[in-house]
């Protein structure tokens, strides 16, 4: 099976149509099962903030460098545009969140890239934001978390200023590892290009959502040049944990428990942590269906204490 990748958003509207089964679904009921198809389990592409609440614990997340935003080194043709229309529509200043936030009481770097923005593909400040996400949790010593959506790889429209974010994120996460830091990797629907052949690929631990297309070239591509019918679900998460590229896959609705428990494997368990499950406050995120305002409201709609800029704490 070779999944075409074609631009996939969440149209509004009481019902819309599953892309994974063709079945008509009732809104409500998959955005509270965390945008996951009710029928078929198939995972909805979500852009960056609601990653962050269904990921996080309820208002814990504080987004670091919020205001930086792409330069047009090259003077692309109709760049500057697109970049102002993708902001507008999007909410976001590029396609890449990065900050701090807890799990289950447990304190992390967070990053995420949204690939409703440009594919979500890494120019420079999707790079910075990464680089310095890998250099805060060296100097905090906390755990990284990345979840990536990133269908476009290296952005073209920054020509070798996008290339070079592949070594500098690399070169970041190593001295992570220097450092004895941590790094669990999420790949979500889709990871490509030089998102996947750079920071993605370099987790400690490397999770996927189910039926996430991963990978670096597109099956056409690689089709074309080898002259050669691809495997039967090549590039998907499944294929790709069958031989041996990922470690696992988790469901969005696991993904909170799963990252938790990787994390108190890896550094031992917290003591806060131990205690709020022990006590069953630990909870789900409250999750609302956002009628008004749709999945893909602004930040604005998010509360402000999330944009407090901490720009000189590196
Ligand atoms: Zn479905």
Redesign the pocket.
Known sequence: MVIPRKKRVIPDGLWIK??????L?YRKAMVERFYV??????HFRIPAWERIRITLDEGSFQEFWPDMEPADPLDFKGYKEKVQTEQKRTGLKDAALVGTGTIHNRKIVFGTTDSNFIMGSMGSVVGEKIARAAALAREKRLPLVIISGSGGGARMHEGMFSLMQMAKTSAALFSLREANGIFISVLTDPTMGGVMASYASLGDIIVAEPGALIGFAGPRVIEQTIKKTLPEGFQTAEFLLEHGFLDMIVSRQDMRRELSRLIDFMVGPSDEAEVKVANGAEQIPNVTTQETAGPFSTKEDRGKDQNETTENQI
Do not use: A
């Open positions: 599953c892309e994974g089964c063709s079945g679904i198809c009710p029928e078929c389990d198939y």
